[in-house]
């Protein structure tokens, strides 16, 4: 029921609390003629909306006749003892009142659902105009609530949706209007005159484009209201002794109320407005005796219970008009009604206009026994508008604050997006950006691909902290040996990756002996480091027609060719020819090979252990050809696969760089098919593989495998960010809240661009995470039930910090605990306190992926372990946990899918709170 004819007569009706008739009315609404209101509309319908919004009005008019705000909370005007609050989530209260309260909180909680599915409804809409109009009655409701804070919230909301340069209609017109009467009793009386000179202009507009009754009376109604306001504003003026600032307002108002009735026809219900209009400039301009003829006319013609509004005006213009002509005793009348009327029906700048004449007729009269009450009532209803002001100022402060931390939030998630945090180097995704925009410039830069060998064992050595303090080292000695242009990045574990600007592959290899030398050589023994500690690196410099997928490709094959030949050293590939140079002898021509994906480090080294010699050096880099089923479970160690004699070598393509390397791989027997998708994992493809095992890219839309029925969800709606838009994770978010505005929707793996966007657009709804790059908006539950979440190390920190993220959103209490080892475990549990009340424990973990095992093997608690893609470069991109942890032989352990920390914790919350 958007506003038409029937919305008009109910608003007429609750205005004039008329509640009945207003009921009466509403109840005919699926039978309303107007065509946007046809029977049966949806409930998410605008005209749904509207008809959901006036019974919401309706029923919060009930509640403040029966003393109630919206939320149940007592009204007490008189200054008594207040009642208790309602309860409204049921039950029966004792005392003398049961059924009358009963009935008001079964009016509170229903207003409360109608006023939720209407917002929701507007809120789904794309006609801002209507949306603005449905905020702007919603701030009435507020208004009607005594929760100024949140009807100001609405008026700000409804006044940014109204463009300027929206086309003048009736709507228009209508919520303009609506929006200057919020903001007037707001106490903004100067908004509220702009809104409403805005609302007569676009009348008057409307009538010039469309002549006829219906834009008369628009131009006259809108007229007659700026009137009011104007009158308003100047007896605050003379109120304050500024007679002279207050002529101007008088003399416009007088115009426009004259401007008014000479628009509207004799018999317009709009008429009887503008003559109050008109007679209560009369009265600021002095000419009493016409005033006083004017306003008796209104009084008398106007029924007591057709507009009590307009007839409590009247009566307060005409009582002031009579004060003026020091006819005391008529005036005493007339204004006693109009408090009267003012009081009873809410309006509350017409009562402390006509407490305030009343003070100062019955003062002039020197009757102080008579003015003394109204000057208290007065001065009352002065307090409560310094408390009122006083509440909006902490408002403001409070939304300036959140402002404030929500900018600072940003630029430190900015900083979190692009810096890893252990090394405070910047991070992959930096990495990758960065890349990217040098090749898209054209620039030619040189990539060097760097792992610290055996790092395993220098965490076996000396602990999670130990190598931790090894990686902060080995960053630094890093940063240290390049150019101020050069960048270095932690890539992942104990990978980095250096760019080199502006250099060629021959450059960057003297660059990086240097710093390979300062590693080798340095003493680390102050760190309790026993074992040497060395890096490998691969280099390559960037030809044209390379992207970065490629240029890292090269490089970090080069890597495994040093790795391949024994370890701590340089090997580069030249950019020239696109071969590593060794000795000057060709390399042999690239040959298929299986599907390698980015961030996974397979195992291709087929030289035994300790055994540099037996390498090649003239090898290339995909000389050594690995078996399909080694990407699962990893090649022979100590038998050399067979080589095959060289090809003859063929020319480039045209596209030069490193396109030659990522060739159709020849399809693999080994490799069972069957329907469906395959299992996806972690990481994006590198080399293309054939045939419908194909792995699809991220960007990819992932297969739908939602079965056709499942049971209801209770958790969090999850929206993983990972391949959408800021955009689209905000539609997501945005449907997933309407659906289901009872539980939070959960964002897994955001930028912190779409971070920073959700919590400007949600605010205090939303709860961030910056370790786990994720964010709750809406309702978080009672937490219920223990969920600890053990991290194995810094690399796996991110994982765990989703997985105790997802299990704190699902209601639990979360413990984390970081850098556990196997060998810690007894020490951890022996006293059982930390798994004390605990439901379910979380173990996250990469190169120790033995310790969900451990953790399992001491606690009879349910165990779901996360295998991540962190660790070793011999890990397979998380295959190898994964594998391990499916493999325990340990009762009570279930595993996620590779770095989903996010199922896990879901998994956890519903485990621990059964």
């Known amino acids: ?155 700000v909301e409804a006044a940014s949706l109204l463009d300027p340069a929206l086309p003048p209609s009736p709507l228009l017109v209508h919520t303009l209007g609506a929006l200057s009467a919020v903001l007037a009793d707001l106490e903004l009386m100067p908004l ?37 306001l104007c009158a308003e504003v100047g007896e605050g003026l003379l109120d304050d002794d500024s007679p002279d600032a207050a002529d101007p307002h008088f003399t416009e108002a007088r115009a426009l109320a004259e401007e008014s009735l000479a628009g509207l026809p004799e018999g317009d219900p709009h008429r009887p407005t503008a003559e109050v209009v008109l007679g209560s400039a009369l009265v600021g301009l002095g000419e009493h005796d016409a005033a006083v003829a004017t306003l008796q006319r209104v009084v008398a013609a106007v029924p007591a219970a057709q507009d009590r509004a307009l007839l409590a005006a ?32 809410g309006l509350p700048r017409l009562r402390r206009s006509a407490l305030r004449e009343l003070c100062t007729l019955h003062a002039d009269l020197d009757d102080a026994a008579r003015a003394l009450p109204y000057l208290q009532a007065y001065l009352a209803d002065e307090l409560d508008r310094v408390d009122e002001r006083r509440t909006r100022w902490v408002e403001l402060f409070g939304r300036r604050k959140s402002l404030l931390e929500t900018e600072r939030a940003a630029g430190q998630l900015r900083r979190q997006a692009y810096e890893d945090p252990l090394t405070h180097l910047p991070n992959r995704r930096y990495a990758e950006g960065r890349l990217d925009g040098l090749l898209a410039a054209g620039a030619a830069p040189a990539l060097a691909v760097v792992d610290i060998d055996h790092f395993k064992a220098i965490n076996d050595q000396a602990g999670h902290p130990g190598g931790d303090a090894v990686l902060r080292a080995v960053a630094q000695l890093l940063v240290d040996g ?71 490709a090269a490089a970090d094959g080069v890597l495994y060719d040093a790795k391949r030949s024994g370890r701590d050293r340089v090997v580069r590939l030249s950019g020239v020819t696109q071969t590593r140079a060794a000795d000057g002898a060709p390399a042999d021509p690239p040959r298929p090979a299986a599907p390698v994906f980015e961030g996974e480090l397979l195992d291709l080294d087929t030289t035994p252990a300790g055994d540099a010699a037996s390498a090649d050096p003239a090898d290339s880099v995909t000389d050594v050809q690995p078996q399909p089923t080694d990407i699962l479970f990893g090649g022979p160690r100590d038998v050399p696969t067979p080589r095959t004699e060289p090809a003859p070598r063929t020319e480039q393509d045209d596209a030069g760089g490193f396109g030659p390397l990522l060739v159709e791989p020849v399809p693999a027997e080994p490799f069972p098919t069957r329907p469906g998708p395959r299992p996806r994992v972690a990481g994006r493809v590198v080399g293309p593989a054939t045939g419908p095992d194909t792995v699809p890219d991220a960007g990819e839309p992932a297969t739908d495998r939602t079965p056709a029925t499942r049971a209801p969800r209770t958790g969090p709606e999850v929206v993983r960010a990972g391949g959408r838009s800021t955009d689209q994770v905000l539609a997501l978010v945005r449907a997933a809240r309407q659906e289901h505005p009872e539980r939070p929707a959960v964002v897994v793996g955001a930028p912190a661009d779409t971070l920073v966007a959700l919590a400007a657009e949600h605010d205090a709804y939303t709860t961030m995470d910056h370790a786990a790059m994720a964010a709750a908006v809406g309702p978080l539950p009672e937490p219920h039930g223990r969920v600890v979440v053990l991290g194995a190390g810094s ?9 105790a993220f997802l299990a704190r959103v699902g209601g639990t209490e979360v413990v984390r605990v970081e850098d556990v080892g196997v060998a810690q475990v007894p020490a951890l549990l022996a006293d059982g306190s930390l798994l004390e009340g605990t439901g379910c424990v979380v173990v996250v973990a990469g190169t120790d992926a033995a310790l969900a095992t451990a953790v399992a093997q001491v606690t009879e608690v349910p165990v779901v372990a996360v295998p991540t893609s962190a660790g070793q470069s011999g890990a397979f991109g998380g295959i190898g946990a994964l594998m391990t942890m499916l493999n325990s032989g340990t009762a009570g352990v279930v595993v996620s899918a590779i770095d989903d920390g996010c ?4 998994v956890a919350a519903r485990i621990a709170r059964r």
């Open 1 to 155: 029921m958007p506003p038409g004819i029937l919305h008009e007569q109910v608003s007429v009706a609750l205005a004039n609390w008329q509640l009945d008739v207003a009921e009466a009315l509403l109840a005919d609404t699926d039978a309303d003629p107007a065509p946007s209101a046809t029977s049966g509309a949806p409930l998410t319908s605008l005209s749904r909306a509207w008809a959901d919004t006036l019974r919401a009005e309706l029923l919060v008019r009930r509640l403040r006749m029966a003393g109630f705000t919206l939320l149940g909370d007592p009204i007490d005007d008189a200054g008594g003892a207040a009642e208790p609050p309602l309860d409204l989530h049921g039950g029966t209260d004792p005392g003398a009142r049961v059924d009358t309260r009963t009935e008001s909180a079964g009016h509170a909680a229903a207003a409360i659902a109608l006023v939720r599915s209407a917002r929701a409804a507007f809120d789904a809409s794309d006609d801002d105009l209507q949306r603005a109009a449905g905020l702007a009655r919603h701030a009435r409701i507020e208004l009607l609530s005594r929760r100024v804070d949140a009807a100001m919230d609405e008026a």
């Open 482 to 552: 390049v150019r101020d242009t050069d960048e270095v990045c932690r890539w992942a574990g104990d990978e980095f990756v250096i760019l080199l600007p502006d250099t060629t592959a021959e450059q960057g290899e003297r660059a990086m002996e240097r710093i390979r030398a300062s590693i080798a050589t340095n003493d680390w023994s102050a760190l309790g480091v026993d074992v040497p500690v060395t890096i490998s690196a691969g280099i390559a410099s960037a030809a044209r027609g390379d992207d970065r997928r490629t240029l890292f």
């Open 192 to 228: 509220a005159l702009d809104y409403q000179r805005r609302a007569h202009h676009t009348a008057l507009r409307l009538a010039e484009d469309e002549p006829g009754p219906g834009g008369t009376g628009l131009v006259g109604d809108s007229a007659a209201r700026l009137a009011a």
């Open 795 to 803: 690399v796996d920190a991110a994982v765990a910090a989703e997985a």
């Open 314 to 345: 009247a009566e307060l213009a005409l009582g002031r008009a009579l004060r003026r002509q020091d006819r005391g005793t008529d005036a005493d009348d007339h204004l006693a009604h109009a408090l009267a009327l003012a009081t009873e029906h």
């Open 903 to 906: 199922a896990a914790g879901v």
